[in-house]
């Protein structure tokens, strides 16, 4: 039987290369040979400033360590349920 142990989610950079994703640190709670989802984010590409050091929109929007943690039929039900209870509004009390 498949383990379907959840793992927590992991947010790493990688380099593309050879066409091969190449993580830059070590991957944790893997075993050798198993299968993994991956939502791919290219960084915003910025200027480097005078120092050579790049700007602030290298930095990775604190919202990506969610990307990718609900299944489609979760993201789904979550939908539903905010258009039924903001159906339930009352614009006028406002």
Excluded: C
């Amino acid at each position: 039987m498949p383990d379907t142990t959840m793992l927590e989610t992991q947010t790493i950079e990688a380099i593309y290369e050879g066409g091969v994703l190449r993580p830059l640190q070590t991957l944790s709670g893997l075993s050798e040979g198993g299968k993994v989802k991956i939502t791919i984010v290219q960084p915003a590409r910025s200027t480097a400033d005078d120092n050579g050091t790049a700007g602030a929109g290298d930095r990775p929007h604190p919202l990506l360590k969610f990307a990718g943690t609900i299944d489609d039929a979760e993201a789904a039900e979550l939908q539903r349920i905010i258009a039924d209870e903001f159906g339930k509004i009352d614009y006028n009390e406002w």
